[in-house]
């Protein structure tokens, strides 16, 4: 029973958590039910990684209509690598986040934000397993509406603006996505992402296909915050509580990145979309406006955690670089620097998230010294920054590497020479708290503090350690990343 | 409205009915127009008078906020529990033809408990939303 549902559970544990922790309202008590519903999540996500790895793709046909009439879960080897990765962060977080809630949120508003990460985690694990066009955008919906909470949670009163700014940027990258999918039902008459792509191969192009294609490239984009979609992200980043902002940030943009894939491969990948439209140099263009303007600001900011948001919103350039490369390394790069940027960035915000519970949140001069009295904290950061910078036996080694080998292969020596100037700008920034961080003497505020408590460092440590693990072996992330490219590579004509 | 005696004695007289034509909603909802959805607004609709006429205290004392908080989760755990008792009867998730005996009377019973729970937690969010903005103004207006 248990195996052949696993594609509905991956999907319900967390919605049936979510109900439970309002039930339950004691903090403690829905500590445990996020925990354990968010770790057997995460084991349903790697037993379908095995299965599909092992037997290839899973169609399962919710209430047992079958598709295309019905909804499909459909997971083939790329979704089920990005579950893997949302599922496992999530449950990562959660035992982090006890500590760091009870400093950050009034207690008796943990339940409902328990419940927020649940349905967050839901919608985010949703939008991903799911084979049918609508429900991807009703899960989308899901998982946006529980983040403006996550995000409206935090102390700075600036959060609710932030949250705001989200909202209405969120609601309009979502009706984009709806009329697109709309006009793609209109043409094609059926909602299977599988369906449709057959019926989009097999008509000319028409004119509402183009609209569709870009209402839903405008849309997604606004979620994933690429280049100049990305105002909302720096401040919601920012001003969320340490454990909202960890966990959007290694999950929530990289549902978005998977979903241009899905749309702009599989779905559009044989439409002849792309013999009539620039979309991939489109796609390149702004990814190196990504990469080059983001890095840029983020050397100017002062509050580190908006740093690291603007430097987000730089390494999501890199994953749009290699679905715009169109190749099978640009998309290995891709798709392992999603994995990638999730485990550094994780790694980063959880241990920027130590230092607010000493400190508060953190200005770059109050950081002066951390080395000294958090040196755990301090280590970890280091060790995260290098990663985003693509120093040789990091994680972002691993995927910089493949976007150059693309480049390459397609003969662009000069975007493989931008790739690598534009990670010169991140040493740049890094450099500023490596600096901070270890040559000077501990600022006032720090002077009392002492090294974040054991529960906090451990999991934070879990996401550094996974930054050189699979930086050194990248047989694992790399392998999956390759087959997965495969298979998106095999809807292209 | 203390002094509108009108308003409180045909308030009082219709709210049964608003009540009676929200369970109509919800459980004629298989053969006709309706279903959760409605339901849940009408019912949650009929409070929210309530609270118009006899005032915010008065409603919560009926239905207090937590009997609204577990509204809205009880519904959602009644729609997947209907979902995960298919699982464990052998089919998908929210096949309800394994439900009963025979597949029809099972696609009636499931839908009947799926809209059932559409219909608590609607309503329970519809008086959530209005608890909240309805409790913030006397909030705010008490400090004064």
């Not at chain 1, 195996?3 to 991956?10: D, F, H, I, M, Y």
């Not at chain 1, 909202?167 to 999918?181: D, K, N």
């Not at chain 1, 715009?324 to 392992?336: C, D, P």
Request: aromatic content about 12%; overall charge positive.
């Amino acid at each position: 029973m248990i195996e052949s549902n696993l594609p509905a559970l991956q999907v319900i544990l967390p919605l049936i958590a979510a109900p439970l922790c309002v039930l339950l309202r004691r903090s403690s008590l829905t500590w445990l039910v996020a925990w354990s519903a968010s770790w057997a999540t995460a084991a349903v996500s790697i037993a379908i990684l095995l299965k599909v790895l092992g037997s290839g793709t899973i169609s399962y046909a919710f209430g047992g209509w079958a598709p295309p009439w019905g909804i499909e879960y459909r997971i083939d080897p790329l979704n089920a690598f990005v579950l893997v990765l949302v599922s496992v962060v999530a449950a990562l977080i959660v035992p982090y986040a006890r500590r760091s809630l009870q400093a950050e949120i009034r207690s008796r508003q943990h339940y409902l934000f328990w419940t927020a990460y649940q349905i967050c985690l839901t919608g985010l694990l949703g939008v991903t397993i799911t084979g049918d066009a609508f429900n991807v955008f009703v899960f989308l919906e899901i998982s946006s509406l529980a983040t403006y909470i996550l995000i409206a949670y935090g102390q700075d009163r600036r959060a609710l603006v932030a949250s705001y700014q989200y909202l209405i940027m969120g609601t309009i990258g979502a009706t984009f996505i709806v009329i697109g999918v709309g006009l793609l039902y209109l043409m094609t008459g059926t909602l299977n992402l599988d369906d449709m792509a057959r019926r989009i191969a097999n008509m000319p192009l028409y004119r509402p296909e183009l609209a569709a294609m870009a209402f839903l490239t405008v849309g997604i984009s606004l979620k994933l915050a690429l280049f100049p979609l990305h105002l909302w992200l720096p401040n919601a980043y920012a001003y969320a509580p340490s454990v909202s902002t960890a966990f959007l940030s290694a999950t929530a943009t990289k549902v978005a990145v998977y979903l241009l894939m899905r749309f702009s491969y599989t779905v559009f990948g044989r439409s002849g979309i792309f013999e009539s439209l620039p979309f991939e140099e489109m796609l390149i263009a702004l990814s190196l406006a990504a990469m080059f303007l983001a890095s840029t600001v983020a050397i100017f900011q002062d509050d580190v955690k908006r740093m690291f948001a603007y430097s987000s919103i730089a390494q999501i350039g890199y994953m749009t670089l290699g679905i715009g490369l169109a190749n099978a390394s640009g998309l290995t790069g891709a798709i392992v620097h999603m994995f990638n940027h999730a485990v550094a960035k994780g790694a980063i915000f959880l241990l920027l998230g130590c230092v607010a519970l000493r400190i508060g949140q953190p200005l770059m001069s109050q950081l002066t010294g951390l080395a000294k009295r958090m040196p755990l904290t301090a280590a970890g950061l280091v060790v995260g920054g290098l990663s985003l910078i693509g120093i040789p036996g990091t994680v972002g080694f691993v995927s910089k590497w493949y976007l150059v080998m693309a480049a390459v292969e397609k003969g662009w020596w000069w975007l493989a020479a931008l790739v690598v100037i534009s990670s010169l700008l991140a040493v740049l920034y890094v450099w500023r708290l490596i600096e901070v961080v270890y040559f000077r003497e501990p600022s006032e505020k720090l002077n009392e503090a002492t090294e974040a408590p054991i529960s906090m460092l451990i999991p934070a440590w879990l996401f550094v350690f996974a930054c050189i693990y699979f930086g050194l072996d990248t047989s694992t992330t790399v392998g999956t990343a390759a087959i997965a490219a495969e298979t998106l590579l095999e809807s292209l004509p | 409205m203390r002094g509108f005696r009108v308003l409180r004695v045909i308030a009082k007289l219709l709210i049964p009915f608003i009540l009676i034509f929200g369970l109509y909603v919800q459980f004629h909802g298989d053969y006709g127009p309706g279903g959760g959805f409605q339901a849940g607004v009408i019912v949650a609709a009929a409070v929210i008078f309530h609270a118009l006429i006899y005032g915010l205290p008065h409603t919560q004392r009926v239905l207090p906020e937590w009997v609204v908080e577990t509204m809205l989760a009880v519904g959602v755990l009644l729609y997947t529990g209907v979902g995960v008792v298919s699982m464990m009867m052998g089919g998908n998730f929210l096949d309800y033809s394994v439900l009963l005996h025979n597949a029809v009377d099972g696609q009636h019973r499931g839908i009947f408990l799926v809209e059932l729970g559409v219909g608590i937690t609607v309503a329970g969010v519809m008086l959530m939303i209005f608890y909240m903005f309805a409790g913030r103004a006397r909030s705010k207006y008490s400090e004064k």
